[in-house]
């Protein structure tokens, strides 16, 4: 089955830093750009930078397995291994996590792996990885 691609804008405050991080860090392809945005290519979505001189990522958090998670946030589901290759990139690039990468609801049906970040412009970003991926939506 194919999935449609997902389409997020989300404001920077700097288009260098957003190009060090979605393009180096994360490794997304660049798509698209002008003098105010960069379009990303996030594993077959598409994520828009637009330049918002002043704006910041929200602060707000919200009690998830005794972590408080940032909201809004946004990420992938990932497999396993490439959940654990991308947190060994974002480390070895010096990212400092909000929440460091562990096993949230082990045991659970939604046992998976997250780890919370921001990028340069405080975009609150997760990836996680199902330990089982057909359990993404079990209750």
């Not at 945005?37 to 918002?52: F, K, R, S």
């Not at 001189?53 to 005794?66: C, I, Q």
Request: one cysteine or more.
């Amino acid at each position: 089955m194919t999935r449609p691609a997902f389409h997020l804008a989300i404001p920077v405050d700097d288009l260098a830093a957003a190009r060090r991080f979605y393009g180096e860090v994360l490794g997304c392809p660049q798509g698209r750009d002008s003098d105010s945005w960069v379009d990303w290519d996030l594993a077959g979505h598409q994520v828009v930078t637009h330049l918002a001189p002043g704006s910041r990522g929200d602060a707000a958090t919200n009690p998830v397995d005794g972590h408080g998670v940032p909201v809004p946030h946004f990420g992938l589901v990932l497999p396993v291994p490439e959940f654990h290759a991308l947190a060994d990139r974002l480390r070895a690039a010096g990212t400092e996590f909000v929440i460091e990468p562990y096993v949230r609801f082990e045991g659970q049906p939604g046992e998976q792996w997250t780890m919370f970040l921001r990028d340069p412009a405080g975009n609150a970003l997760e990836f996680k990885a199902m330990a089982d991926p057909s359990r993404l939506f079990a209750r």
